[in-house]
């Protein structure tokens, strides 16, 4: 999955889809009392800023309400940035009670090991508090003694978590409301980091302790051939964010975790390089050609790496077999740099080229 191109000059915020859900149910009952529709609500974010949002849609009776918004992402590639997130919100007779319940588009936690109990809908604890705190706000500020049933739904939700890791971690049949600041810092690692979080936990959670990791679908489709019988749950992207997940790893229990890595992203963990996206690192050739030196190499095959583009061309210079000594010799590279931070767990490492042929680590 991964980062795309960051855009050059300055990015514009957006915000979240829990804020978004939080200035709907604002919106909905804010109709229902006043019985017009609000042109647009003031939402206050967990980090202490406010946010106006226009209102996109609403529709209402002297008990009910249907509002909606339009998610901004600003400059952030997110799969539910412009996605239409609404509330259906239904007065209830219970004084100050707030009830979550997840409409179309927005998924049920099916597998224990996140923040919410199984049968929960996929509605995060920090939107959760954002909505019950505007609408609390509201009922106290008309002096309404009643209580709200929120339901939350995303417009074509369920397509949209397609493109998301949510089924992954037993979030199904739709998408997470989530957020933990209400803003969308564009490009930023958080929500991914999150997702690589929950899959080790939703894991352990489910009695698993050896992990495969990987960057991405790709791999993962290669490494399934070694390890059939592993559930779903085992398989965890780390994408760019090598170094968070493998910190992650090591403050849980899990007992044994099997890295599958290719070329690109290998030639810069082996030189220390955890966060191999490449707007924050790039492969070193020098590194590289030090290490074919190392290894007795030829001085035309080191000056040869040199004039390659990518580290993914390495095995138009060194063929790609098991016993090749500078793959053995960057593995190694990669095995210490890993056991620097993944300390007492055994480890397991395979290099993959892009046909989908592995290289084992050989450890002496």
Known sequence: MGLKKIPKGPLREGFTTGTSATAAAKAALWAIINQKMPNEVRVVLPIGKTLMIPVHHCEFTAAWAKCSVIKDAGDDPDVTNKAEIGCELRILEEKGAVRFVAGEGVGTVTLPGLELGVGEPAINPVPRQMMQAAIRKLLHDYNWEKGVEIKVFVTNGVKLAKRTLNERVGIMNGLSILGT???????????????????????????????????GARSEKYLRTLFPAFEDQAFIHYGNWIGETLRKINSSPIKKVTIGIMLGKAAKLANGQLDTHSCVSSWDKQFIANLAKQCGYTTAKQAAILELNMASRLPEIFPFEPNEIFYQRLLACCYQQSKLILNQINLDLFLINKNGVFIKYQQL
């Not at 810092?185 to 999150?194: D, E, F, K, L, V």
């Not at 939703?202 to 960057?215: K, T």
């Open 181 to 215: 600041t209400g803003i969308v810092t564009p490009y930023s690692a958080a929500s991914y980091i999150a997702s690589i979080e929950q899959g080790v936990d939703v894991a352990l959670a489910n009695g698993i302790n050896e992990l495969v990791i990987n960057s």
